[in-house]
């Protein structure tokens, strides 16, 4: 009942004028990103991350979240008018989606994809409430042992789920980690890999490799694709579903919040995952599986249920434990850590008013997502038809200011465009970039956690195994594991590297 | 065309190499003891086991037969957006935001929309005026005004 109460605290914060008004904005530049191929919620976020310098911290984390969660949302716009996936968890969404609006059912889809996003997005923030603050106690009383083993477990499990070459996800991982230990050492403030320059004595910023690896790349891959496709927008008449329709669509939405809510705790690429294993966990149940990949609403209603599922639940290892489950929220970490936050089990207790108050947030934009965005469906399709001469260098360069605001050094400009060439090359070979961000985001608190945990125990390493927490923790990260391989034997086979956010 | 297979096999060797530097930079450093690790320690693992998996990378790539669909790496569009976005990097704070930003936009969207060239001025000058009123004047962006002063 605490939690209840607390939330009700959250809603006085997210309620007040400027942070509806910053919600708002949030979820319609979600929505856009979320709609335009190859901006996904990652680079939507960190595009308007040098916005939020001058906000009080919990309006910035509110609206950052709003284009999360917005930007999910989205992409089914395009997957199902046009088949143009905005992001890559609304790749299953074009199967049936664009199949329906061929027969001229684009309304009930789209309707249907919003009820099941809404309804899935609420629920998960249900168990975020719910299993957040209980979580958040029971981490504080985790020594840096068990944070380190939780974090080289989240890595873990990412090789071990990823559907591609392992190798390849392990190669990614230690980039990540090399990557991270370019800086002044923060237990002795000894430089390593600076070459001498000041510029690199605090590390190697997040924001211009996450552009560079997720926009810069999406956008030279973009260059040796061409849509050619038109979209027509429903009429707004012809957005209601039928009865039948809500009747099919029913028990996929309870199936695909569940899904989305279990999987959304996952490291690595859950929020794509969930959608597959939503679309495959349908079908097997449907009385009319033939039916599916030919307009089934079913095919629609779980996976943008699962897709959007995940948003809550992928915030409470974020917010929680401190650990980023999807590159989207790594840059949510990297937002509260500017703003001089620490994510982890004291957020809850130390900073109510942020982890309440984003909390309220979310409901607060899944209903403007759902009020605001049907009647809008129009405009949205209607930005497929910028040129992508215009679009492109548009994207490009507000990228860079973008990166050029964060630390006012033409330097990070220059990691945005060299990671975009790596993100680029290594997307062509089938390597799945988000692994690399995520350790990239870990690998210093797992060497700081690391070399405490030792000085702690002497230079015992029987500490990360001995304790209770850590041997929890390994149980959890196992089921959790053995859930992942679950669902690639469900028939589960990653669409593409383009796992954008 | 570059064989999907020879491409792979670089990458793994990219992995490696970069694997072996980490090593040697993490050897040069103060490693502490096992017990008690220094900063070099970190590195020298991580450099290790990065080498180890980038050259099972490369192996990979070599057992497996010869890919049937090739990894094009030469489109030239993707090459000359890398330039330019280069260029601007080079050029954003000796020359300034604002003729940085117009340039490029026009050159980028002269390679990737293929307009007239007329347009892509104009439409650069445009982004650069947007670009320098929304971030610089409304958001507060301290942008560089280079060597012209704007």
């Given amino acids: 009942m605490e939690s209840f109460s607390l939330l009700a605290d959250g809603f006085r914060v997210a309620f007040t004028p400027q942070n509806v008004l910053w919600c708002f904005i949030g979820v319609f530049w979600g929505t856009m990103v979320g709609v335009l191929p190859g901006l996904g919620p990652l680079a939507g976020m960190a595009l308007l991350l040098p916005l939020t310098y001058s906000l009080p911290p919990d309006t910035a984390i509110i609206m950052l979240a709003g284009i999360f969660y917005g930007a999910m949302y989205g992409g089914s716009t395009t997957s199902i008018l046009v088949r143009i996936p905005g992001e890559a968890a609304s790749v299953v969404t074009c199967l049936d989606g664009y199949e329906m609006a061929r027969k001229g059912r684009a309304g009930p889809a789209l309707m249907i994809a919003a009820l099941g996003s809404f309804v899935g997005g609420t629920v998960s923030i249900i168990g975020l409430v719910l299993f957040a603050p209980p979580l958040a106690q029971a981490m504080l009383a985790v020594g840096p042992a068990a944070e380190c083993v939780l974090m080289l477990a989240a890595l873990a499990v990412i090789v071990a789920v990823s559907s591609g070459s392992p190798l390849k996800t392990a190669a990614m991982i230690l980039t990540g980690l090399v990557l991270a230990t370019v800086g002044i050492d923060a237990l002795t403030g000894y430089p390593r890999f600076t070459f001498g320059t000041l510029a690199l004595s605090d590390g190697i910023d997040f924001v211009p490799i996450a552009i560079g690896l997720f926009g810069v790349s999406e956008i030279l891959l973009s260059l040796e694709q061409t849509m050619a496709e038109r979209a027509k927008a429903p009429r707004l008449r012809d957005l209601v579903p039928q009865c039948r329709d809500l009747v099919e669509s029913a028990p996929a939405i309870g199936r695909g919040t569940l899904i989305g809510f279990f999987f959304g705790i996952v490291p690595g690429v859950s929020h794509i995952v969930s959608t597959f294993v939503s679309y495959v966990v349908e079908k097997k149940l449907s009385r009319t599986p033939e039916l599916f990949g030919k307009g089934a609403i079913a095919g629609v209603a779980g996976p943008e249920t699962a897709n959007n599922a995940t948003t809550g639940s992928s915030m409470i290892p974020l917010l929680v434990l401190g650990i980023p489950s999807i590159p989207a929220t790594a840059l949510l970490l990297s937002a509260l850590l500017i703003h001089g936050i620490q994510p982890g089990p004291q957020l809850v207790s130390d900073h109510p008013n942020i982890f309440w108050g984003l909390i309220a947030s979310m409901y607060i934009g899944n209903l403007i997502l759902i009020v605001l965005n049907l009647p809008m469906v129009g405009l949205f399709v209607n930005l497929l038809r910028i040129p992508a001469g215009i679009l492109s260098p548009s994207v490009l360069l507000i990228s860079m200011i973008g990166v050029y605001s964060v630390s006012a050094d033409a330097v990070d400009i220059w990691f945005m465009v060299g990671s975009g060439l790596v993100g680029y090359v290594l997307r062509k070979y089938g390597y799945d970039v988000a692994p690399l961000l995520l350790a990239f985001v870990l690998g210093e608190r797992i060497e700081t956690n690391f070399r405490r945990a030792l000085t702690i125990s002497d230079g015992d390493y029987s500490i990360f195994v001995s304790g209770a927490a850590a041997q929890g923790l390994l149980v959890v990260v196992g089921c959790l594991a053995a859930l992942m391989v679950a669902a690639r034997l469900l028939g589960w086979r990653r669409p593409s590297s383009a796992a954008a956010g | ?150």
């Avoid at chain 2, 970069?18 to 490693?31: F, K, S, Y």
């Fill in chain 2, 1 to 150: 065309m570059t064989s999907s297979r020879t491409g792979e096999v670089l990458v793994g060797l990219a992995f490696a190499g970069l694997g072996a530097a980490a090593l040697i930079g993490g050897l040069r450093m103060p490693e502490g003891s096992v017990a008690l690790p220094g900063p070099g320690f970190a590195p020298a693992v991580i450099g290790t086991a990065l080498l180890l998996v980038g050259l099972g990378c490369a192996l990979q790539a070599l057992r497996t037969s010869e890919a049937l669909a090739s990894v094009s790496l030469s489109d030239l569009r993707v090459w000359l957006v890398l330039a330019v976005l280069a260029g601007t990097a080079a050029a954003f704070e000796p020359v300034g935001a604002a003729i940085s930003i117009a340039i490029s936009f026009a050159l980028l969207a002269w390679i990737i929309g293929r307009f007239s060239w007329w347009v892509c001025i104009v439409a650069g000058l445009i982004a650069a005026g947007v670009a320098i009123l929304i971030f610089g004047q409304l958001l507060g962006v301290r942008l560089p005004s280079g060597e012209f002063g704007f």
